[in-house]
């Protein structure tokens, strides 16, 4: 996903707000979100990551 478009940074912003990250996650969720291909994918992927780093 293109992290300059408008559309994408809502999604990032809404992301941001209803899971009420903390600076270290909202720097992995555009690190995510560039590599990412949709909104789904990006949460997938964050959940992924999520559960990784808990192990």
Do not use: C, F, G, P
Not at 6 to 19: C, F, G, H, K, Y
Not at 25 to 47: F, G, P, R
Request: proline share 0%.
């Amino acid at each position: 996903m293109n992290v300059n478009d408008e559309s994408v940074l809502e999604m990032i912003n809404r992301l941001i707000a209803t899971d009420r990250l903390n600076k270290n996650q909202i720097l992995h969720l555009v690190n995510l979100a560039s590599i990412s291909n949709s909104i789904n994918e990006l949460e997938e992927n964050m959940k992924w990551e999520t559960l990784k780093s808990k192990y």
